[in-house]
């Protein structure tokens, strides 16, 4: 496969998953596994990826006033803006989702969303060709001081940072969870929370299974997110507080700093790390890079059907991830069926 395909990597495919070659011989001696939780343990399609769609449509309609009803952006180019890495926090992303319309709507003079999202590039350009690979916000802040020099300022000063994040915020979590979560009662929008949608993708019964390890979490979301998250997933006797690890206790990913507080925690020879994105690949090889006495091996999910033709899985598998599936729960039976091998 790896010739016929032009893969950078040699992987075996097996009941719905790819796995590199050579930790074949390896996957037995995994002792921890850490989980990120938006995407592989929670599916957050209709919660945080929708959040961030509608936070920037409710932007430029309510905020700055603009015309049309076209949507600017939907849930496969969130996932582009994923891909293009560095955009792990969902607020980072949405905030460089608004500034890259403001310089559109600068360089045209446009003040209608139907034409700010007919004019190009597209968002899939922008995040493939424009942005440079692995920068996240930090890089379109950086496109913005090279090509709008001239109308920089006239775009920050539309480009309320505060005022997006709240407006997220509030979406996402809903009347009944905003005060608990974020500290402060919503003001802008009164309604369900998106964090109602939320559904758990791991099968309940991994959870026995799961005792042959030491766990933890490490994610993206705040600690309030995060507890809410482990209370649907009736995870409160598996992971301990000093094994949860947020946005609100170290640097964010990619970043390898909070693997490597899990690691020591966790006392972690071999262990595995299941994320979605392009940032969570690259936290593990961080990692290793970092690390030498200790290994991570690298698994992604993607929550779509994986094979040769879709541009995702050949991405990741270029990328040299060590497992690829669709579901965590594929991950976790190939897991099992290499220990159960072991000892036999």
């Known amino acids: 496969m790896q010739n016929s395909e032009k893969l950078s990597f040699s992987y075996l495919?097996?009941?719905?998953?790819?796995?590199?070659?050579?930790?074949?011989?390896r996957l037995f001696q995994v002792d921890t596994l850490v989980f990120d939780i938006d995407g592989v343990l929670i599916d957050v399609r209709n919660s945080f990826m929708k959040a961030v769609c509608q936070t920037v449509q409710f932007y430029f309609k309510k905020v700055l006033h603009f015309s049309g009803s076209h949507n600017l952006i939907n849930l496969k180019e969130v996932e582009y803006f994923k891909m293009a890495g560095g955009f792990n926090n969902?607020?980072?992303?949405?905030?460089?989702?608004?500034?890259?319309?403001?310089?559109?709507?600068?360089?045209?003079?446009?003040?209608d969303?139907?034409?700010?999202r007919d004019k190009k590039p597209d968002i899939k350009i922008f995040t493939t060709k424009v942005l440079p690979f692995g920068g996240g916000l930090s890089e379109t802040l950086n496109l913005l001081e090279k090509e709008n020099g001239r109308n920089k300022d006239w775009i920050l000063n539309l480009w309320d940072k505060d005022l997006i994040i709240k407006i997220f915020k509030e979406i996402y979590t809903g009347e009944e969870y905003c005060f608990n979560i974020n500290g402060f009662?919503?003001?802008?929008?009164?309604?369900?929370?998106?964090?109602?949608?939320?559904?758990?993708?791991?099968?309940?019964?991994?959870?026995?299974?799961?005792?042959n390890f030491s766990v933890g979490v490490l994610t993206g979301r705040t600690k309030g997110e995060a507890r809410i998250a482990l209370k649907k997933l009736n995870w409160s006797d598996i992971i301990s507080e000093e094994n949860l690890i947020t946005v609100d206790d170290c640097s964010e990913k990619p970043h390898p700093q909070g693997l490597i507080k899990l690691s020591?925690?966790?006392?972690?020879?071999?262990g595995l790390y299941v994320g979605?994105?392009?940032?969570?690949?690259?936290?593990?090889?961080?990692?290793?890079?970092?690390?030498?006495k200790v290994n991570f091996l690298s698994?992604?999910?993607?929550?779509?059907?994986?094979?040769?033709?879709?541009?995702?899985t050949k991405f990741y598998l270029n990328k040299g991830v060590d497992l690829l599936s669709s579901d965590v729960n594929c991950?976790?039976?190939?897991?099992?069926?290499?220990?159960?091998?072991?000892?036999r």
């Not at 009662?185 to 005792?211: A, C, D, M, T």
């Open 90 to 111: 969902d607020w980072d992303l949405t905030l460089a989702v608004v500034l890259f319309y403001l310089m559109k709507a600068r360089k045209d003079n446009l003040i």
């Open 331 to 343: 991950i976790l039976n190939r897991l099992e069926k290499a220990m159960n091998k072991s000892y």
């Open 185 to 211: 009662h919503p003001s802008l929008i009164k309604s369900e929370g998106l964090i109602k949608h939320e559904r758990v993708i791991i099968n309940e019964n991994k959870k026995e299974f799961l005792q």
């Open 113 to 116: 969303v139907d034409e700010l």
């Open 13 to 25: 495919f097996e009941e719905k998953i790819f796995f590199k070659k050579n930790i074949l011989d």
């Open 264 to 270: 020591e925690n966790l006392k972690t020879r071999l």
């Open 299 to 312: 698994a992604i999910v993607l929550a779509e059907k994986i094979n040769l033709k879709n541009e995702a």
């Open 276 to 292: 979605d994105i392009w940032d969570d690949l690259h936290t593990v090889k961080n990692f290793n890079k970092d690390i030498k």
